[in-house]
């Protein structure tokens, strides 16, 4: 059975590794307390930022969540919706860039500061960056998923509210809180989750050893100091805090639906009195999040692209990203159907078997691996693996699809699952009444209704795999060039001009794909 | 085309959770039946047996004498209308008909020609290319039964088919499956929750009550019965 | 959608396939060498002029960075030359059995220190110093310990010395001048260190666009200033203590399919046709001979009353303790 085959490919590849790193740990040579007193500092850091960034980002959302979800009828609502989802698509490193530009000591708001009187400017490098950034991503998410979940209270209860002459202070304690309470924990995991694995935004805005993250240091055992025995000890330490977070709270994060559709807006009876209120919200939380997305689009402008476009390395780190978000987004998408058509054929059955129920749960949990086994360690696992046998170099893209691919696997997996679920319902039974089956009801019915929610979780993974740094840093060499890594580059040599216009064209690229996926008509064909 | 003698031989059936239901009865070959009972009494789950989307636990159901308890759905003599999602919302009118014959759409002259029959026997002619968004709401059941007519199955199942439906409107649907069923003399089973429907249409009528086929008689011995246990209460005469 | 796609992959893929050329020489080297500004463009010029070969210069962040990509590599390296790493890794690198003998004549190497080894060859040298923009500090620093002691608020961007050479020298440097003392050292200086830059150019990249008013970096920086924008604004603090110094170098690896080429380079590399190209474009000072005379800002520049140097050997010994030293010292 496919969802077999896909589940068991899933385990290969994440559970390789950590078997490979276990092994290798016995033959560890002794760290030395100087170096293990560094990685219980880097350890406290790493759930500190995490915990910081998961408070600042949901108090953030909060606010702006029911500023949204009340005024629900201004112009250039939708667009604010929308532009709240980008942050998720748009690649870790181009958002950092944006945020120097904006919070940097020669930003847009040092700036501002520095005129108005105060003397000192912003230092971006450390914590602070890192919650910038983190609030960044993870606001924008939070206020979405909360949006999403207010706008499915019934209408019926607003028109009580204003029956009752509710105040806002009434509606907020009777009628949101409680629906915020119920999603609460599942986003705050999740965002927990995405910040303690965070690669990108620690490595470039950390500012050094004061402020890394297991996730960099693994990195930086392997590709700064070669020494593999260190990475296995962060990758166990890792895994071992994910794993046991995940145990904690992180399951609770798995029914959260990430590009979660918005309900139908309900007109109600406290828009009015809080509207100047609520205008100020959103125009400060649009305000923090469109301002590193223009900083980018206006150094993008002034960037040298035909110096740029003239460089065979672009070309050749062009070809490898395509190529890399192609095959990667494909796995995903196969791997994610055969474990959702997997589950419909189980859970059709009336009283699946004790062992079928397992599989079904496997399965289901098996979406939100990545989030208990980060990409670095699997990609460490087998940089360590391949190493020993000298195919790291072969294997090396090979290695970041697949990566690639698990890592998008959670996103796809809660972008088709309600589609997919919700399509089982309404046509299993005409289907099975009709004889429709296999490869037909595929070509018939499933992929043509399914069609606009597998262009945008294809694009989503494709976003995702364009951008991801973590991955490839660990793989990149010569002959392995992405996007991203030639814009770490760049970076790194201080061709910022050039940085920007590899930006640009990076951003370009995840925004095109999740435009394009969004124009299709929800049930048209897929040509 | 005949309808099939349809029995049910001591079918036990439980949902999980749920009271234990246990159907014994016979529907006679080309009869047309319609099943009242209180909600719950297990209507849509008896016919949903017949059909095979639900196992029975035990017993087993029989068409014209043979077992067809372990046939899949699409391979036992019955065709099924269901109160909604009858139709796919992406494919046209011609093509969800179409469904019925081959899922493969690969359809022979002599198809397209029972096609346009079944429409113009529904009164769907011209409608072929509509999507279902654009067909009013007894039109799309009409394209179910259209399709259920292309199918010429012995078994016709009716699952509150047209609920959703004005008295007036329900009172033509009624009449086509009447029709349609003194021409082609299929067995029919209608759920209905309207015992006024099962009169003006059907032949026999069974009354099921907590998971039991309680009566199945014709029409007007069940309806003036009095020797029926919960009938009168349910009726409210 | 998906037929766009296919063909633009097509266009990408057929675009990126390198074109195949003559003999070739592949030399791994830190980024700032190979810039526009630096003397790998001038360099592979004038060597392709009298190879007849083509020579290419991989860019890989800084010098540390290098010599971990070669042993990452290890046999199946591209390389066939490194170039770029100084003497405080010459022990460690010898020690990967991954480099072969040079065999070359050293006739044009002259430098402070004699020069014994017979794997790695000389290119430049110079002094580690702290450069400071003396519109923002009036009164620089005189000595390291002014530097460690000072004003948190004064910034300073340094090098990780996992990956950097300059990186790694201020860390010798301190270890060289505060010995058992240096983790406290660092203690204190890291509330002055504003970020820690993977490599060189990122650090003085910010250094000059005023994200800090001091960095690490070379006596000889202030020199492409003076000479390449007319302007003495930015300076090398004299430090009491002495300096810490620098010395780079090239090796072949044992793995090069072309080490004839590869001896031709590295002899090549001490004569003028290399040489005359590093004061101004590495802005070093030239370890073999040149033809010319030294631009006249050189001769402005501060004159380190003390080298410090440790032996590669004791580098190589500690290295490894002392970077975990450094880095409990800066998370602590």
Same mark, same amino acid.
């Given at each position: 059975?496919?969802?077999?085959?896909?589940?068991?490919?899933?385990?290969?590849?994440a559970?390789? +590794? #950590?078997?490979?790193?276990?092994?290798?740990a016995?033959a560890?040579?002794?760290?030395?307390?100087?170096? =293990?007193?560094?990685?219980?500092?880097?350890?406290?850091?790493?759930?500190?930022?995490?915990?910081?960034?998961?408070?600042?980002s949901?108090?953030?959302?909060?606010?702006?969540?029911?500023?949204?979800?009340?005024?629900?009828?201004?112009p250039?609502?939708a667009?604010?919706?929308?532009?709240?989802?980008?942050p =998720?698509?748009?690649?870790?490193?181009?958002?950092?860039?944006?945020?120097?530009?904006?919070?940097?000591?020669?930003g847009?708001?040092?700036?501002?500061?520095?005129?108005?009187?105060?003397?000192?400017?912003?230092?971006?490098?450390?914590?602070?960056?890192i919650?910038?950034?983190?609030?960044?991503?993870?606001?924008?998410?939070?206020?979405?998923?909360?949006?999403?979940?207010?706008?499915?209270?019934?209408?019926?209860? @607003?028109?009580?509210?204003?029956?009752?002459?509710?105040?806002?202070?009434h509606?907020?304690?009777?009628?949101e809180?409680?629906?915020?309470?119920?999603v609460?924990p599942?986003?705050?995991?999740?965002?927990? #989750?995405?910040?303690?694995?965070?690669?990108?935004?620690?490595?470039?805005?950390?500012?050094?050893p004061?402020?890394?993250?297991l996730?960099?240091?693994?990195y930086?055992?392997l590709?700064?100091?070669?020494?593999?025995?260190?990475?296995?000890?962060?990758?166990?330490?890792?895994?071992?805090?994910?794993?046991?977070?995940?145990v904690?709270?992180?399951?609770?994060?798995?029914?959260?639906?990430?590009?979660?559709?918005?309900?139908?807006?309900?007109?109600?009876?406290?828009?009015?009195?809080?509207?100047?209120?609520?205008?100020?919200?959103?125009?400060?939380?649009l305000?923090?999040?469109?301002?590193?997305?223009?900083?980018?689009?206006?150094?993008?402008?002034?960037?040298?692209?035909?110096?740029?476009?003239?460089?065979?390395?672009?070309w050749?780190?062009?070809?490898?990203?395509?190529?890399?978000?192609?095959?990667?987004?494909?796995?995903?998408?196969?791997?994610?159907?055969?474990?959702?058509?997997?589950?419909?054929?189980? #859970?059709? *059955?009336?009283?699946?078997?004790?062992?079928?129920?397992?599989?079904?749960?496997?399965?289901?949990?098996?979406?939100?691996?990545?989030?208990?086994?980060?990409?670095i360690?699997?990609?460490?696992?087998?940089?360590?693996?391949?190493?020993?046998?000298? #195919?790291?170099?072969?294997?090396?893209?090979?290695?970041?699809?697949?990566?690639?691919?698990?890592m998008?696997?959670?996103?796809?997996?809660?972008? =088709?699952?309600?589609?997919?679920?919700?399509?089982?319902q309404?046509?299993?039974?005409?289907?099975?009444?009709?004889?429709?089956?296999?490869?037909?009801? @595929?070509?018939?019915?499933?992929?043509?209704?399914?069609?606009r929610?597998?262009?945008?979780?294809f694009?989503?993974?494709?976003?995702?795999?364009?951008?991801?740094?973590?991955?490839?840093?660990?793989?990149?060499?010569?002959?392995?060039?992405?996007?991203?890594?030639?814009?770490?580059?760049?970076?790194?040599?201080?061709?910022?001009?050039?940085?920007?216009?590899?930006?640009?064209?990076?951003?370009?690229?995840?925004?095109?794909?999740?435009?394009?996926?969004?124009?299709?008509?929800?049930?048209?064909?897929?040509? | 085309?005949?309808?099939?003698a349809?029995?049910?031989?001591d079918?036990?059936?439980?949902y999980?959770?749920?009271?234990?239901?246990?159907?014994s009865?016979?529907?006679?070959?080309?009869?047309?039946?319609?099943?009242?009972?209180?909600?719950?009494?297990?209507?849509?789950?008896?016919?949903?047996?017949i059909?095979g989307f639900?196992?029975?636990?035990?017993?087993?159901?029989?068409?014209?004498?043979?077992?067809?308890t372990?046939?899949q759905?699409?391979d036992?003599?019955?065709?099924?209308?269901?109160?909604?999602?009858?139709?796919?919302?992406?494919?046209?009118?011609?093509?969800?008909v179409?469904?019925?014959?081959?899922p493969?759409?690969?359809?022979?002259?002599?198809?397209?020609?029972?096609?346009?029959g079944?429409?113009?026997?529904?009164?769907?002619?011209?409608?072929?290319?509509?999507?279902? %968004?654009e067909?009013s709401?007894?039109?799309?059941?009409?394209?179910?039964?259209?399709?259920?007519?292309?199918?010429?199955?012995?078994?016709?199942?009716?699952?509150?088919p047209?609920?959703?439906?004005?008295?007036?409107?329900? *009172?033509?649907?009624?009449?086509?499956?009447?029709?349609?069923?003194?021409?082609?003399?299929?067995?029919?089973?209608?759920?209905?929750?309207?015992?006024?429907?099962?009169?003006?249409?059907?032949?026999?009528?069974?009354?099921?009550?907590?998971?039991?086929?309680?009566?199945?008689?014709?029409?007007?011995?069940?309806?003036?019965?009095?020797d029926?246990?919960?009938?009168?209460?349910?009726?409210?005469? | 959608m998906?037929?766009?796609?296919?063909?633009?992959?097509?266009?990408?893929?057929t675009?990126?396939? +390198?074109?195949?050329? %003559?003999?070739?020489?592949?030399?791994?080297?830190?980024?700032?060498?190979?810039?526009?500004?630096?003397?790998?463009?001038k360099?592979?010029?004038?060597f392709?002029?009298?190879c007849?070969?083509?020579?290419? @210069?991989?860019?890989?962040?800084?010098?540390?960075?290098?010599?971990n990509?070669?042993?990452?590599?290890?046999?199946?390296?591209?390389?066939?030359?490194?170039?770029?790493?100084?003497?405080?890794?010459?022990?460690?690198?010898?020690?990967?059995?991954?480099?072969?003998?040079?065999n070359?004549?050293?006739v044009?190497?002259?430098?402070?220190?004699?020069?014994?080894?017979?794997?790695?060859? +000389?290119?430049?040298?110079?002094?580690?110093?702290?450069?400071?923009?003396?519109?923002?500090?009036?009164?620089?620093?005189?000595?390291?310990?002014a530097?460690?002691?000072g004003?948190?608020?004064?910034k300073?961007?340094?090098?990780?010395?996992?990956?950097?050479?300059?990186?790694?020298?201020?860390?010798? @440097?301190?270890?060289?001048?505060?010995g058992?003392?240096?983790?406290?050292?660092?203690?204190?200086?890291?509330?002055?260190?504003?970020?820690?830059?993977?490599?060189?150019?990122?650090?003085?990249?910010?250094?000059?666009?005023g994200?800090?008013?001091?960095?690490?970096?070379?006596?000889?920086?202030?020199?492409y200033?003076?000479?390449?924008?007319?302007?003495?604004?930015?300076?090398?603090?004299?430090?009491?203590?002495?300096?810490?110094?620098?010395?780079?170098?090239?090796?072949?690896?044992?793995?090069?399919?072309?080490?004839p080429?590869?001896?031709?380079?590295?002899?090549?590399?001490?004569?003028?046709g290399?040489?005359?190209h590093?004061?101004?474009?590495?802005?070093?000072w030239?370890?073999?001979?040149?033809t010319g005379?030294?631009?006249?800002?050189?001769?402005?520049?501060?004159?380190?009353?003390?080298?410090?140097?440790?032996?590669?050997?004791?580098?190589?010994?500690?290295?490894?303790?002392w970077?975990?030293?450094?880095?409990?010292?800066?998370?602590?």
């Amino acid at each position: 059975m496919a969802g077999t085959v896909a589940l068991s490919f899933i385990l290969f590849i994440a559970v390789t +590794p #950590m078997l490979a790193l276990v092994a290798i740990a016995p033959a560890m040579p002794e760290l030395g307390s100087d170096y =293990l007193s560094f990685v219980w500092a880097i350890t406290r850091f790493t759930l500190l930022q995490a915990g910081l960034s998961t408070l600042l980002s949901l108090a953030l959302a909060i606010p702006l969540a029911r500023a949204l979800a009340r005024q629900a009828m201004f112009p250039g609502r939708a667009i604010i919706l929308r532009l709240l989802a980008l942050p =998720l698509a748009l690649p870790a490193l181009v958002v950092v860039l944006g945020i120097v530009e904006v919070w940097g000591r020669q930003g847009w708001v040092s700036t501002l500061l520095q005129t108005t009187g105060m003397s000192e400017p912003l230092n971006i490098y450390g914590l602070p960056g890192i919650l910038i950034a983190h609030v960044f991503f993870n606001m924008a998410l939070a206020a979405r998923l909360l949006v999403a979940s207010l706008e499915q209270i019934p209408p019926e209860n @607003w028109r009580l509210a204003a029956q009752l002459s509710f105040t806002s202070g009434h509606v907020f304690r009777h009628i949101e809180w409680p629906v915020i309470r119920s999603v609460l924990p599942g986003i705050a995991s999740l965002v927990f #989750m995405l910040c303690i694995a965070s690669f990108a935004v620690v490595l470039v805005l950390g500012g050094g050893p004061r402020a890394t993250t297991l996730e960099v240091a693994i990195y930086q055992s392997l590709r700064f100091d070669f020494d593999p025995p260190r990475a296995v000890l962060l990758a166990l330490l890792q895994l071992s805090l994910c794993a046991g977070l995940f145990v904690l709270g992180g399951r609770m994060a798995a029914d959260i639906a990430v590009m979660a559709g918005v309900g139908k807006p309900a007109r109600r009876p406290d828009q009015h009195p809080s509207r100047f209120k609520d205008i100020t919200v959103i125009a400060a939380g649009l305000s923090f999040i469109a301002t590193p997305m223009l900083a980018i689009a206006l150094s993008g402008i002034a960037a040298p692209f035909a110096a740029i476009v003239s460089q065979s390395v672009f070309w050749r780190a062009l070809g490898t990203s395509l190529l890399l978000a192609f095959t990667a987004a494909s796995l995903s998408l196969v791997m994610a159907w055969c474990l959702l058509a997997a589950q419909r054929t189980i #859970m059709r *059955r009336r009283q699946p078997s004790r062992a079928a129920a397992y599989l079904v749960s496997g399965m289901q949990a098996s979406g939100s691996l990545i989030l208990v086994v980060p990409p670095i360690v699997i990609g460490a696992g087998w940089f360590v693996v391949l190493h020993r046998t000298g #195919m790291a170099a072969a294997l090396a893209p090979v290695i970041v699809a697949v990566v690639n691919a698990l890592m998008s696997l959670p996103f796809v997996l809660r972008i =088709l699952s309600p589609a997919v679920v919700g399509q089982a319902q309404v046509h299993d039974r005409l289907c099975a009444s009709l004889g429709l089956s296999g490869l037909h009801r @595929w070509r018939l019915i499933d992929l043509p209704v399914l069609a606009r929610s597998f262009a945008l979780a294809f694009a989503l993974a494709a976003a995702l795999s364009i951008g991801d740094l973590g991955a490839a840093a660990l793989f990149g060499s010569t002959d392995f060039v992405t996007l991203p890594l030639l814009l770490l580059q760049k970076m790194g040599s201080y061709r910022s001009l050039e940085a920007a216009g590899i930006a640009i064209i990076l951003a370009g690229f995840c925004l095109a794909l999740i435009w394009s996926a969004e124009q299709l008509k929800p049930g048209a064909r897929m040509s | 085309m005949t309808g099939s003698a349809i029995k049910l031989a001591d079918l036990d059936f439980c949902y999980p959770g749920g009271e234990p239901m246990h159907f014994s009865t016979t529907f006679e070959a080309g009869s047309f039946t319609g099943l009242i009972g209180p909600s719950g009494s297990g209507k849509t789950t008896l016919i949903n047996l017949i059909a095979g989307f639900e196992e029975p636990s035990s017993g087993s159901v029989l068409f014209d004498g043979i077992d067809a308890t372990a046939t899949q759905p699409a391979d036992r003599p019955v065709t099924m209308v269901f109160q909604d999602n009858n139709l796919f919302a992406h494919l046209d009118v011609f093509t969800n008909v179409a469904l019925g014959i081959s899922p493969a759409l690969d359809l022979s002259d002599d198809d397209k020609t029972s096609i346009a029959g079944a429409l113009e026997e529904t009164g769907l002619s011209g409608l072929e290319k509509r999507l279902p %968004r654009e067909l009013s709401g007894g039109q799309r059941q009409r394209v179910a039964i259209a399709r259920a007519l292309v199918r010429n199955r012995p078994v016709l199942l009716l699952d509150e088919p047209f609920a959703a439906l004005g008295p007036a409107l329900r *009172r033509d649907m009624l009449r086509l499956v009447s029709t349609i069923h003194k021409q082609r003399g299929m067995t029919v089973i209608l759920v209905s929750h309207d015992p006024a429907d099962v009169k003006f249409a059907a032949g026999h009528a069974a009354f099921l009550d907590a998971g039991q086929v309680v009566a199945n008689r014709p029409v007007d011995a069940l309806f003036s019965a009095s020797d029926i246990p919960g009938l009168q209460g349910y009726l409210g005469t | 959608m998906l037929r766009l796609f296919t063909l633009c992959l097509a266009v990408v893929l057929t675009l990126a396939v +390198p074109a195949s050329a %003559r003999d070739k020489l592949t030399v791994y080297t830190y980024d700032s060498f190979t810039s526009d500004w630096g003397p790998g463009p001038k360099i592979k010029t004038a060597f392709e002029a009298e190879c007849g070969c083509e020579l290419e @210069w991989v860019a890989v962040a800084d010098a540390v960075a290098t010599l971990n990509r070669i042993k990452l590599e290890g046999a199946n390296s591209k390389a066939d030359v490194l170039l770029g790493i100084d003497t405080s890794l010459t022990a460690e690198a010898a020690a990967t059995g991954l480099f072969e003998q040079h065999n070359i004549d050293t006739v044009n190497i002259s430098l402070p220190v004699t020069w014994a080894d017979r794997i790695f060859v +000389p290119y430049d040298f110079g002094h580690f110093a702290v450069i400071y923009d003396s519109e923002k500090i009036k009164t620089p620093p005189a000595s390291l310990d002014a530097l460690v002691n000072g004003d948190p608020e004064q910034k300073i961007v340094i090098q990780d010395p996992r990956t950097s050479s300059p990186g790694l020298g201020l860390l010798l @440097w301190i270890k060289a001048v505060y010995g058992d003392k240096a983790p406290d050292t660092w203690s204190k200086l890291s509330k002055r260190v504003l970020t820690v830059t993977p490599g060189w150019s990122e650090a003085y990249g910010m250094f000059t666009k005023g994200e800090a008013p001091m960095v690490l970096s070379y006596t000889t920086s202030p020199a492409y200033h003076m000479v390449a924008e007319k302007t003495d604004r930015y300076r090398a603090a004299a430090f009491s203590e002495g300096h810490y110094m620098q010395i780079e170098v090239a090796g072949i690896l044992k793995s090069s399919p072309n080490k004839p080429l590869a001896r031709k380079f590295l002899a090549f590399m001490t004569g003028p046709g290399f040489q005359n190209h590093i004061p101004t474009n590495n802005w070093m000072w030239p370890a073999g001979k040149t033809t010319g005379t030294l631009p006249d800002a050189f001769g402005k520049l501060v004159k380190p009353e003390k080298s410090l140097l440790l032996a590669s050997d004791e580098v190589n010994a500690n290295r490894k303790a002392w970077i975990d030293e450094w880095l409990k010292a800066t998370t602590r």
